[in-house]
């Protein structure tokens, strides 16, 4: 059984033209929505992830985030298998055919479940990680009067180009690989560009530090060999490669101004925001690196740069010292 519900969407035109039929939008809910509905705190999906992987790294009693004072969201990203995906999107929308999907089509699903199903106006803060802190990003610029806090996490606001050459190559492991087919590779997946893909993954989510100190022995790992096979191509291999594209090209396209109010004009976008940020970037994310961090913080009016001192590179979040940090920030934006 599954451990979330469907919003059921209707058929649903898309930022880049194309139509989903009878799309769905996945979510979990957790705390109680209270009276006034100003406990409401968003926190999206992310790259490969499920809504069940949200709450260790963000949620917990006594934590920041406590279901015991909020009512909190978790939203499945478009592409992952849980809302609309390759994966589970019948003919002629199957497959590689599943059309391309935007942060501000995600976020605009989003904004539909929290108003239609549950009377929600204000949202207290949005946080996550990834590629759902950009749309925690996407959610101050497109809602700006609605979301009063946001803590985007190992994330930027518009994908940068050299992140841009990172997706690009682990996308071309995929489809490089002849069991790939094209997208219709049924239930014989390209599993050798996947193992590819992965270890070129390893190489940047973490950090030249983690590696030198190898860190990864306290994985449970005892060799560099051992940490590739046994957790990055065992993770990958797990996932559906058509999702892993779908959510590639958005994580490409992603550009909080690249809709009506901004049109294109990142520092517009970022200047618009209303809510109250605290953007944290990893110190050691090669694909997200504090750097861009800074530039987006400059633009933005009410915002604050706390660099997370990890050498977990873009997987900081899965420390627990550096959940610490990510909490410390989430109660000062909370309680400030």
Known sequence: MASYEIFELGNVALQKGSTIPNAKLAFKTMGTLNEAKDNVVVCPTWFTGYIDDVPPIFIGKGRAIDPDKHFIVIPALFGMGESSSPSNTPAPQEFVRFPHVTY???VSFQHRLLTEKFGITEILLVASWSMGGTQAYQWAAQYPDMVKAI???ACSAKTAVYNELFLKSIRKAMVSDPAYKGGYYGDVPPLSGMRVMAQIYAGWGMSEEFYR?????????????DFLVDFWEAYFAARDANNLISQIWTWLHGDISAQPAYGGDIAKALAAIKAKAIVLPSATDQYFPPVDSEAEVAAMKNAELRVIPSILGHFAPF???DQKFIDDAINDLLNG
């Open 151 to 153: 803590a985007p996490v």
């Open 319 to 321: 420390n627990p010292d």
């Open 213 to 225: 100190k190898e860190v990864f022995r306290a994985f449970g790992h005892d060799t560099l060999d």
């Open 104 to 106: 501000y089509d995600n």
